[in-house]
């Protein structure tokens, strides 16, 4: 069933991101809301794929990022969230796109940390084709304040930046701004699409709300099977590419 019209397909082309509203419904994302607090809270043990993306040495996780929840819940690719933004996803790059893996990546209350500026295509090995597309779907009201995403529009089009790892294994940055780029506010179970090379940033959370987001990752099957070759699982490691 098709879902997306050729105005956001265009704008997902020439923009570089793409905001489709109202993905899942309130009981799905209250679904999603219950899980997210099972892995927060260790009922379900994701320590191996557990990190805190702010490089911090912080006792306490400043940016809780976990890696692959559907390797630990499998039923989770059968459930909407999956099978609606894949669906999604394939409208928007073609039908041999297949989810390369998933995240979880939550800013706990007043942890007012950034996710500093980058393009997702920094952290992976260079591919042939370059097709890719993230999607973060909000599980609670995300706005300025708790760390919406921010996106530089068309920065897509241009190669990618130079970028630099911050901390102890921290993010990657490169060069970005505010000024140039838009923010998205999203009602839980509204998402956000963006490309491999689409500039990107959320400002820390200084409220009382959680922050979390269900991201998924898109590309082509043929680039996934290279990836496993070269023994890439998006399990953790966090690797400036060097060419
Ligand atoms: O949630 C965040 O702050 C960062 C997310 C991100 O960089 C991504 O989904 O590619």
Not at 101 to 111: G, Q, S
Not at 197 to 221: C, E, M, V, W
Request: proline residues 5%; charged residues 25%.
């Amino acid at each position: 069933m098709q879902q997306l019209n050729a105005k956001q397909k265009t704008f997902f082309d020439e923009e570089g991101y793409l905001v489709v509203e109202n993905l899942l419904t309130v009981e799905e994302t209250a679904y999603y809301s219950n899980l997210y607090a099972s892995f927060l809270d260790n009922r379900i043990d994701a320590s191996r794929y557990r990190s805190d993306l702010s490089g911090g040495d912080n006792k306490e996780e400043k940016i809780t990022q976990i890696m692959v929840p559907s390797k630990l819940v499998p039923d989770l690719v059968h459930k909407p969230l999956h099978q609606k933004t894949l669906a999604m996803a394939k409208e928007l790059m073609g039908n041999d796109i297949e989810l390369d893996f998933d995240m979880l990546i939550n800013k706990a209350p007043y942890t007012d940390t950034i996710t500093p500026w980058h393009q997702d295509a920094a952290y992976w090995i260079d591919m042939p084709d370059k097709r890719a597309a993230s999607c973060w779907v909000a599980i609670d009201h995300a706005y300025k304040e708790n760390g919406c995403m921010w996106y530089t529009p068309k920065s897509h089009l241009s190669p990618i930046l130079p970028h630099e790892q911050t901390g102890n294994k921290g993010a990657l940055k490169c060069e970005g701004s505010e000024e140039n780029s838009v923010y998205i506010e999203l009602r839980p179970g509204s998402c956000v699409f963006h490309q491999g090379g689409t500039l990107h940033y959320s400002r820390g959370n200084s409220t009382s709300d959680n922050r979390r987001a269900f991201i998924t990752n898109f590309r082509p099957k043929a680039m996934i099977q290279l990836e496993r070759e070269k023994g890439v699982d998006h399990t953790g490691e966090r690797q400036i590419r060097t060419k």
